[in-house]
């Protein structure tokens, strides 16, 4: 395990659900796991297993740049820390504001969105669907580059709100 399918769990699970609808989530700390992650049609172990090898391998270095990126590992997966401002807009910074990612909304049906994005190194598409205003999974497809050579990968999510203080995790700007 390597810290790029970090990237790869990072770039297609936070960088995608980020515009949840506001109105349906609670601020507070939320956790996102991972699961039926695959790169071309290969499963991948799931966040949990990666991320537990991953936090014995991280310097404290890394550590830190992924905390100043509004990303902490904990849990089961990764916690994000959204403020009352965030779920009011349309904009919840799950992402990290310097990835040069860019999201795009395509259709609102009842309790499902689907988006589509694309950064520089990964592009897609998914589809959000919000259970309650503590609860969203999403369903992500799309494209790669994180090691020079092109792929496909898709993963579930599953964001859960765990409360509204956030302790030690800070808000993504």
């Not at 992650?37 to 966040?47: G, R, S």
């Not at 904990?74 to 009011?88: D, F, N, Y």
């Not at 092109?150 to 999510?157: E, M, N, Y």
């Amino acid at each position: 395990m390597n810290v790029r399918l970090l990237g790869l769990a990072v770039a297609f699970g936070l960088a995608l659900p980020v515009a949840a609808q506001a109105q349906m989530l609670q601020p507070g700390l939320w956790e996102l796991t991972t699961s039926n992650m695959k790169v071309d049609d290969q499963n991948l172990p799931d966040l949990q297993l990666i991320l537990g090898q991953l936090q014995g391998q991280m310097t404290p270095e890394q550590r830190a740049q992924l905390e100043k990126q509004g990303i902490t590992i904990g849990g089961k997966g990764i916690r994000a820390c959204l403020t009352p401002e965030q779920v009011k807009s349309d904009n919840i910074p799950l992402t990290d504001p310097q990835s040069d990612c860019k999201q795009e909304i395509t259709d609102r049906s009842g309790n499902q969105w689907k988006f589509r994005f694309s950064c520089p190194k990964a592009q897609g598409a998914g589809v959000a669907t919000f259970l309650s205003d503590r609860e969203f999974t999403t369903k992500v497809n799309g494209t790669f580059n994180a090691t020079g050579i092109q792929q496909k990968g898709s993963l579930d999510t599953r964001a859960v709100w765990l409360g509204q203080d956030c302790g030690t995790v800070k808000p993504r700007a």
